[in-house]
C-alpha cells in the first residue's frame, strides 16, 4: 500500500494564528479548536506527517530559533499526549526579501522532508495550509491541496485558485479522509 504523506501548514491549521504577529512563546501557541482530535485521527491514515511552517519573526530578530523550538515541543508534546503524530518539523527563518529556497511557496522545505523520508511520492501526499503560499507550494508540487478558510488577507486571490478542496477547519478536513476512506480513498 502506497503511503499517504501529509504536509501540514501550522499557524492557522494546528494552531490559531496570531493576525500580523509571530507566535513567540509556548503560552502564545493556543490550538485550534477539534486541531488536536483532528491530529490523532490523521495519524491513523497518513504517514508521515510533516509540519511546514514559514517563520519569518526569527530573521526579523523577533524571535530565536530556541523560542520556536520551544513552540514545537509544546505543539509535539501536546499532540503525542492527545493520540496523534507529528513524524518532522520544518521551519523557514528567512525573510521574503533573502529569497531563500525554503520559504513557502518555494518547495525546500517539501524537499528536505523528502531527504529525510525518502519514501515520499508528492503525488500521493496532501498540503493542508490556509495561505495562497501552501496551496502554491502544494499545487506546484502535484500534491492535493485542502484550503483550511478563515485567513481573509489571501481570500481575493485563493477564491478562484484550484485547490482540491476547501475546509472549515483540521477537524473538517479530517471528517472527509474518514468520508473518503470508505470509497477506496485517496484514489
Ligand atoms: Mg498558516
Ligand atoms: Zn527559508
Not at 59 to 68: A, I
Not at 99 to 122: E, L, T, V
Request: charged share 25%.
Amino acid at each position: 500500500m502506497p503511503s499517504r504523506p501529509l504536509f501540514l501548514d501550522r499557524d492557522g491549521v494546528i494552531n490559531q494564528r496570531l493576525r500580523g504577529d509571530y507566535v513567540r512563546h509556548p503560552d502564545e501557541f493556543v490550538f485550534e479548536e477539534n486541531a488536536l482530535a483532528a491530529l490523532r485521527l490523521l495519524a491513523g491514515w497518513f504517514c508521515p506527517i510533516v509540519v511546514v511552517t514559514n517563520q519569518a519573526g526569527i530573521d526579523k530578530g523577533l524571535m530565536t530559533h530556541d523560542d520556536v523550538r520551544a513552540v514545537h515541543e509544546k505543539m509535539l508534546a501536546e499532540t503525542e499526549r492527545a493520540g496523534g503524530r507529528i513524524d518532522a518539523v520544518y521551519y523557514c527563518p528567512h525573510r521574503p526579501d533573502e529569497g531563500c529556497s525554503c520559504r513557502k511557496p518555494a518547495p525546500g522545505m517539501a524537499h528536505q522532508a523528502q531527504r529525510d523520508f525518502p519514501y515520499i511520492a508528492f503525488r500521493d501526499a496532501w498540503m493542508v495550509g490556509d495561505s495562497l503560499s501552501d496551496m502554491q507550494m502544494g499545487h506546484a508540487l502535484g500534491m492535493r491541496t485542502a484550503l483550511i478558510l478563515g485567513k481573509d488577507e489571501d481570500a481575493d486571490a485563493l477564491e478562484h485558485f484550484p485547490v482540491t478542496g476547501r475546509f472549515a477547519s483540521l477537524w473538517a478536513f479530517a471528517g472527509y479522509c474518514q468520508a473518503k476512506l470508505f470509497q477506496n480513498f485517496p484514489a
